[in-house]
């Protein structure tokens, strides 16, 4: 026992992970604790390292902001509006691909592709094209149609994935005694399938928050999201802390995608999904 | 995921079915009929069959000619251009490393270094955006620690060409990885082993044994960096110079700044002109992907 403690190969030093943990470190975490400081700094001049006074008084002072409780109020209408929208018409195709037989089944299964061949912005401009003849253009239901269809791949390939990966054999089990199909997929189907659509629902509202361009090009200037807002706040704002402030609060929901979904997004099937 | 036989377990019979698949399927496909198929078509279309003064539609590729004659025009493709080409380089610069360690380490620091290469695709880029001013910009974070080192200040990246490349670059850090180390997967223990047992060396395994393998993986990887780079909008808006400017906020400005639909429109068909070839290979291996399962 002894003899196998002392004479165990010493262990190699990760010096290559060591290098990666430190770069990535400094690039990735510490723009963001820069921000967080400045979120909680009631005063910080130029060139002290760390702020003269830490405080609340600039959340006080962005939350008696209107145009941040109108923002924060548009952008959360805006993404349970469309994620609604978004469940209630994908889940039931995705059930239908993943289950029943029809013509034409697998091209309309691959035309969700059909956006991705474009370059996003480009594709925008082309709609909004569309929209200003209808009327769209500045209107609350244009900005809704057009992060509705950025939701659609989303929300019918995860749930497709997550239906077909359902045990067969024990929905036949239960159809053998007796089960109405409506009570096998309430109690058999969707039990299992749940966990993974609700990482899609939650991807797909976290996504439809963010959502920037789609925003900015189709809702200025009547629709201000809270990026647009942060936007505006960044050109032409001279106080940095209520672009801190709103940056930490604008970070919530990525915080809790972070929580809930992250298992998805770092199994293969997220990756092999972007083509990998 | 790909599209397995389906039986009719749930209740729909064989001939029912049918009809109510395509029922259950039609609300989003009419959509994305509407909103990204039509969109494109109406897009080539109107900007080639312009009302002439009688008010008849005639065929004209005025538009076009007006962009591809106009200095400005050319100045922001051409940076959109040189944005695209070298934030790709960088990219598989970086992350290529970043996947092979992550390949082939194990242990608590490789679980750390993959939380962090993963991290910024829960960091929306507008806050990115925030953060780059206050670390880079005038002033910034950098600056303040230099000045405490007693060294002088940085030439400041914000409001030049190097503003969006390393806020796309950053950005684009997850899903390159992800996609890089899905292809480094397929990459066997035994073929390394046996490269090894041979005497070939680390560059020599690389080159031989790892490079040709992951090949196709790389050009996934570039492909979707082009697609998402070429028509960015929010980090060239907010971190780039005003002029020349990138495709997405010279197309931005032309719609709703200059009300000038037809021109931004023009600019949305080059762009597409531009990425078609990297678009349609990315579809292809996405299809060729699900298919395969």
Known sequence: ?276 | MSLSPTSDIVGASKKSGGLIGLLLVAVPVLLIGWMIIYPIIAAVITTLWLRNDAGAYVFSTQTYRFFFTDGYSLANLGLTLWTTVVCAIILLVVCLPIALYLRFATGRLAVYVQGLAIFPLFVPSIILSYAFIRVLGPNGMLDILLNAAHLPKIRSPYLTPWGPVIGLVWDHIPLTVLILMAGLGSVSDASIEAAKDVGAGPVTRLWYIILPRISNSILVAASFAVLGIFSAFTLPYVLGPAAPEMMGPFMQRTFRDLYDPPNAITQAVVSFGFCIVFGLFYVRSVVRNQRAR
């Not at chain 1, 290098?19 to 009631?42: K, M, Q, R, S």
């Open chain 1, 1 to 276: 026992m002894a003899a196998a403690t002392t004479y165990r190969e010493p262990r190699r030093v990760d010096w290559a992970g060591i290098g990666f943990a430190v770069v990535l470190t400094l690039c990735i975490i510490l723009p963001l604790l820069v921000v967080g400081t400045w979120a909680f700094a009631n005063v910080w001049r130029y060139p002290s390292v760390l702020p003269q006074e830490f405080g609340l008084r600039y959340w006080n002072a962005t939350l008696a902001r209107a145009d941040v409780w109108t923002a924060i109020t548009t952008s959360i209408s805006l993404a349970v509006v469309v994620t609604l929208i978004s469940a209630i018409i994908c889940l039931p195709a995705a059930f239908a691909f993943a289950r029943l037989q029809f013509p034409g089944r697998s091209i309309l299964f691959f035309s969700f592709l059909a956006g991705q061949a474009f370059p996003k912005f480009g594709l925008l401009v082309a709609i909004a094209g569309i929209f200003l003849q209808l009327n769209l253009i500045g209107n609350f239901w244009g900005v809704v149609l057009i992060q509705l269809v950025g939701t659609l791949l989303f929300m019918i390939w995860i749930p497709v994935a997550a239906f077909q990966g359902v045990d067969r054999r024990m929905e036949e089990a239960a159809r053998d005694v007796g089960a109405s199909p409506l009570r096998v997929f309430w109690s058999i189907t969707l039990p299992q399938a749940g966990p993974t659509i609700g990482a899609a629902v939650l991807l797909t509202f976290v996504n439809t928050f963010y959502e920037t361009e789609g925003a900015w090009l189709i809702g200025a200037p009547a629709i201000r999201t809270m990026p647009v807002l942060m936007i505006s706040f960044i050109n032409n704002q001279p106080v940095i802390q209520y672009g801190a402030v709103l940056s930490v609060l604008l970070w919530i929901p990525s915080f809790f995608a972070l929580l809930f979904a992250r298992r998805v997004i770092s199994g293969g099937s997220f990756a092999r999904g972007f083509g990998a």
